[in-house]
């Protein structure tokens, strides 16, 4: 089995779109969180298949994206410093700031590495002694144990030079402000990678507190229809559950190891989030046994005030209140080569994923 | 140093009547003929990678800009930029090959010149190739695309993104290894058997940086005409697709070296197709879509599930996913 052709079997997924269409009798909006599903939904055209009463909005599941400007200036500022070298994926780069961007920084001659794991970052910091390595840790319980276990490696081996500026956040407490702020949704496409992670039962709240299906759903189309098929079932039948509609990559309970480094390194904390700003008890931050590779405790920086890009309107597009259609800068002022806001910079953000393939 | 070099390394590899002459200039006799002239310059790193290495890679990019634009490659010029310390048996190494696929192609390399700049100035070693072709008159659009029409087939001579992803496994920082090996090939015998076949040929781009939707865009731009494309008739390798779909990657983006978009009348389509088997760099060759008369100035892509969206240009460099 190669787990691809199989999950886009032409007969398959017009047997779903049919179920889809015959079960659905309501308009229904579905919220997928994951920035992954925004991608895989625009590139397989799903929403050029399904019925017109069945809206698809897209959530502030893009690590980038819900970045706040504040963390992009910090970065910006450590650039600055003496002996730093900032390691960052490379969406980050692209991402403005509030007066810059790191892809400016680096134009200037400042020493900014753009890496693919956090582990070509902790080598650069073994192999530069006498720099500081400042890795930018972004993204959710997807991408949080691995900068765990990097954490966890640096301290047994006594490095000292390699430091996080932790972004990390997790989900629950997003998509309980997505309702909290007023959107209007039927259900969530769960994410598939943070579910691999967590396991499904922390989608159990939502469904019991709103009244809202949560079906985990893989990335595939089959594997997108067939949760949507699941939320149009229950929200027909009025019978809102937790689904777990990856059961190839995803066990209930999740992944202990996994979960047990989050324990272990991570704190919870009060964290800003592009779009809602303070949500509470959903940032990652190191233990205080941690702090020494802390950025943010271990670097006296000056951070300009943040400044907000005039006329974005990522944080309606992060809550699904608006699509990027919607906003005036979208294509006109705002593509990816010229992104004003995270939303356009991100593969996984909504608006670069609708300017690739025409939403 | 520099004189042992020509006569050690280049002269016995690139060894041709011009070439031997070392004069300033080479003169070439070439009367009554419209020509064509193009430059380029190659960085690649690494600058050995599975299928080749950055001395083919240039030749063959030179040779192919000529063809593309229906010229037939006469000489080439290279110009190289050493790092001081660079190795001289990965120079001879690279000039070799640049000396096999040169012969092949039937092209001399008829100048050059070589710098070598001090440790840090450059990365290993930069190339710059020239070429020249004559070209004749009844070509002349081929690379505008001016007689491009509604009903027109769009056909590529084989699998895409080989190249991107054999370059990116041999990039230390992926930790990937794969059996891809780079497309790099100099496509003239190709392009010239089939501009004998026909003349309905319209349009032709080699298909490098930017990948396949790039160069689609571009033949849309400003048109009163679009494109449509049918995603199962684009030829991807299995193995490219499993690494693009773990990396975060479209297939549709990623550079090729040996590739060939070409526009051609429906009514020479299936003659072009059996030429283009008939050739070892074009066995794999396919039809992908049309030049239709709705959505102006868009290219469109029936997905592979029935679905459709609009491809867009590259813009800035495909990176890997975060989670």
């Known amino acids: 089995?190669?787990?691809?052709?199989?999950?886009?079997?032409?007969?398959?997924?017009?047997?779903?779109?049919?179920?889809?269409?015959?079960?659905?009798?309501?308009?229904?909006?579905?919220?997928?969180?994951?920035?992954?599903?925004?991608?895989?939904?625009?590139?397989?055209?799903?929403?050029?298949?399904?019925?017109?009463?069945?809206?698809?909005?897209?959530?502030?599941?893009?690590?980038?994206?819900?970045?706040?400007?504040?963390?992009?200036?910090?970065?910006?500022?450590?650039?600055?410093?003496?002996?730093?070298?900032?390691?960052?994926?490379?969406?980050?780069?692209?991402?403005?700031?509030?007066?810059?961007?790191?892809?400016?920084?680096?134009?200037?001659?400042?020493?900014?590495?753009?890496?693919?794991?956090?582990?070509?970052?902790?080598?650069?910091?073994?192999?530069?002694?006498?720099?500081?390595?400042?890795?930018?840790?972004?993204?959710?319980?997807?991408?949080?144990?691995?900068?765990?276990?990097?954490?966890?490696?640096?301290?047994?081996?006594?490095?000292?030079?390699?430091?996080?500026?932790?972004?990390?956040?997790?989900?629950?407490?997003?998509?309980?402000?997505?309702?909290?702020?007023?959107?209007?949704?039927?259900?969530?496409?769960?994410?598939?990678?943070?579910?691999?992670?967590?396991?499904?039962?922390?989608?159990?709240?939502i469904v019991e507190k709103y009244k809202l299906g949560c079906v985990v759903s893989g990335f595939e189309p089959t594997d997108i229809l067939w949760s949507i098929l699941r939320l149009v079932k229950q929200f027909e039948g009025n019978t809102p559950k937790v689904e777990n509609a990856y059961p190839r990559a995803v066990k209930p309970g999740g992944n202990l190891k996994a979960k047990w480094i989050m324990e272990r390194v991570f704190l919870l904390e009060d964290t800003w989030w592009r779009g809602f700003g303070i949500i509470k008890e959903s940032g990652l931050t190191l233990k205080p046994e941690f702090a020494h590779f802390d950025a943010d405790l271990r670097f006296d920086i000056e951070v300009e005030e943040t400044k907000e890009a005039k006329g974005c309107i990522c944080g309606e597009i992060l809550k699904g209140l608006k699509t990027p259609k919607e906003c005036p800068l979208f294509r006109m002022v705002c593509h990816p080569t010229n992104p004003i806001g995270a939303c356009m910079v991100s593969n996984e953000g909504a608006c670069h994923a609708y300017y690739r393939f025409g939403g | 140093m520099s004189s042992e070099l020509i006569s050690k390394l280049f002269l016995k590899h690139f060894n041709n009547p011009h070439l031997a002459e070392l004069t300033d200039s080479a003169q070439l006799d070439i009367r009554n003929s419209k020509l064509a002239y193009t430059t380029d310059s190659y960085v690649v790193d690494p600058i050995f990678f599975p299928g080749g290495n950055i001395g083919k890679l240039a030749i063959c990019g030179t040779i192919n800009d000529l063809c593309v634009s229906g010229a037939r490659p006469l000489y080439l010029s290279v110009g190289f930029i050493l790092e001081e310390g660079f190795p001289i048996k990965d120079l001879e190494e690279i000039v070799r090959s640049m000396a096999l696929e040169a012969q092949n192609a039937g092209v001399e390399i008829v100048c050059g010149d070589t710098k070598v700049v001090n440790r840090g100035k450059c990365d290993k070693i930069f190339i710059n190739t020239s070429g020249i072709g004559v070209i004749d008159n009844k070509h002349n659009d081929l690379n505008r695309g001016k007689n491009i029409q509604p009903g027109d087939k769009i056909i590529v001579n084989g699998y895409l993104g080989d190249h991107g992803i054999a370059v990116l496994g041999a990039r230390e920082e992926l930790n990937f290894k794969t059996l891809i090996d780079s497309d790099c090939a100099s496509l003239n015998s190709l392009i010239s058997d089939i501009l004998n076949t026909s003349n309905q040929i319209r349009f032709m781009r080699d298909i490098t940086r930017g990948g396949l939707s790039t160069i689609l865009c571009e033949i849309v731009d400003e048109k009163e005409f679009g494109i449509e494309i049918n995603e199962l008739a684009i030829p991807v390798r299995d193995e490219v697709k499993g690494v693009c779909e773990l990396l975060g990657f479209d297939p549709l983006y990623i550079a090729n070296e040996g590739k060939v978009l070409i526009v051609a009348g429906s009514e020479d389509a299936d003659k072009i197709m059996s030429v283009l088997k008939r050739q070892p760099y074009g066995i794999h060759s396919e039809i992908i879509g049309e030049i239709v008369e709705d959505h102006h100035g868009k290219v469109i892509l029936n997905t592979e599930i029935g679905g459709r969206r609009i491809i867009d240009k590259l813009t800035g460099e495909q990176l890997p996913r975060i989670c």
């Open chain 1, 1 to 205: 089995m190669k787990h691809i052709a199989e999950y886009r079997n032409l007969k398959l997924v017009k047997g779903l779109l049919d179920a889809i269409r015959e079960a659905s009798t309501k308009e229904i909006s579905l919220m997928e969180v994951c920035g992954g599903h925004t991608m895989a939904i625009q590139k397989f055209g799903i929403p050029s298949l399904l019925p017109e009463n069945i809206k698809l909005l897209s959530g502030p599941g893009c690590p980038v994206c819900v970045t706040d400007i504040r963390f992009i200036d910090k970065a910006i500022a450590l650039s600055h410093q003496q002996d730093v070298i900032i390691a960052t994926y490379g969406d980050l780069i692209r991402v403005p700031g509030s007066s810059s961007s790191l892809e400016l920084e680096l134009a200037n001659g400042h020493h900014i590495q753009i890496v693919y794991s956090l582990l070509n970052a902790l080598e650069i910091a073994r192999q530069n002694p006498a720099k500081k390595v400042v890795f930018l840790a972004i993204g959710f319980e997807t991408t949080a144990p691995a900068t765990g276990a990097t954490v966890l490696s640096a301290a047994k081996e006594e490095i000292n030079n390699f430091f996080i500026l932790s972004a990390h956040k997790i989900m629950p407490p997003a998509l309980q402000a997505i309702i909290n702020h007023g959107v209007k949704i039927n259900g969530y496409i769960c994410p598939g990678h943070v579910s691999t992670i967590t396991g499904t039962d922390m989608y159990q709240p």
